[in-house]
């Protein structure tokens, strides 16, 4: 059983920042600085080839934080940012950037799913023991209710198989991106939990049926569709539903509904 190791912290517009490790997984917490202990928990994942500060994810963070005074939660998925990478993470990345620049979409897509299968199944464990170790600090707390925040890409191809097994996700944003491989739309028919799915409309290298089928295998009773034209990394959001997790989280000072 890991402890959490704060290694660093900062503090900037109300938003308190301490980086740490779980065991060897580092991570970043965010809070308000003026304190909200036990307030409702995000999870937020970054995407592919990213890092857990990344400028948008920092930013959704801040938002967040600042917003509905919750805290946010963000490790470096195995291989990305701070951690070192396997053999397996370097040959993976090396075949991704190959096919892609040979337009050799369907072995650029079987790589993908091979690939993001492996760290999914590496980082759910990693993100249970995260929050089993933050569950222990008296700012976060046993009670606290906890919500899955989202991330393109690699974000939900964590994220679904994360919130098929974490009976502590009450509610979940996930997003498009990826290749919905079989084993991903298995994990969403586990999931019961409220869901809001944002769709990039022209992704270039993910059929969009796929991920359609995947949105239609979540079990959830409460689950909505957003979705716009473009890709995950051109596109502008519109109409996102910003109150999604505050509906069954609850606000920092009140109990979920």
């Known amino acids: 059983m890991h402890s959490v190791h704060f290694t660093a912290?900062?503090?900037?517009?109300?938003?308190?920042?301490?980086?740490?490790?779980?065991?060897?997984?580092p991570g970043v917490l965010w809070l308000p600085a003026s304190g909200s202990d036990q307030a409702?928990?995000?999870?937020?994942?970054?995407?592919?080839?990213?890092?857990?500060k990344t400028p948008g994810l920092m930013a959704r963070a801040h938002d967040t934080v600042t917003r509905w005074g919750y805290s946010v939660v963000a490790i470096d998925a195995p291989g990305h940012?701070?951690?070192p990478r396997t053999t397996e993470d370097e040959q993976a990345r090396t075949d991704?950037?190959?096919?892609?620049?040979?337009?050799?979409?369907?072995?650029?897509?079987?790589?993908?799913?091979?690939?993001?299968?492996?760290?999914a199944e590496r980082a759910v464990p990693e993100w249970?023991?995260?929050l089993d170790a933050l569950q222990r600090l008296p700012e976060i707390g046993a009670e606290a209710p906890i919500g899955?925040?989202?991330?393109m890409s690699l974000g939900t191809a964590i994220g679904i198989p994360l919130t098929a097994v974490e009976p502590r996700i009450t509610a979940a944003i996930f997003g498009g991106g990826f290749f919905a491989h079989a084993a991903l739309v298995e994990a969403a028919r586990?999931?019961?939990?409220?869901?809001?799915?944002?769709l990039p409309w022209d992704e270039e290298y993910v059929d969009r049926q796929s991920v359609l089928a995947l949105f239609d295998a979540f079990a959830s009773k409460d689950k909505t569709l957003l979705a716009n034209p473009g890709t995950h990394r051109s596109m502008r959001w519109v109409g996102i539903d910003n109150e999604f997790l505050v509906r069954y989280?609850?606000?920092?000072?009140?109990?979920?509904?």
């Open 9 to 25: 912290e900062t503090s900037s517009n109300g938003v308190l920042e301490r980086d740490f490790v779980v065991g060897e997984v």
């Open 249 to 257: 989280l609850g606000r920092a000072d009140t109990s979920p509904a």
């Open 148 to 151: 899955y925040g989202g991330g």
């Open 128 to 130: 249970q023991a995260t």
């Open 96 to 119: 991704l950037r190959q096919t892609m620049a040979a337009g050799e979409i369907e072995l650029f897509e079987s790589i993908s799913v091979r690939y993001s299968a492996s760290l």
């Open 81 to 83: 940012g701070d951690r």
């Open 40 to 52: 409702p928990l995000v999870l937020m994942g970054h995407g592919g080839g990213l890092h857990k």
């Open 190 to 198: 586990r999931i019961t939990v409220p869901v809001q799915f944002l």
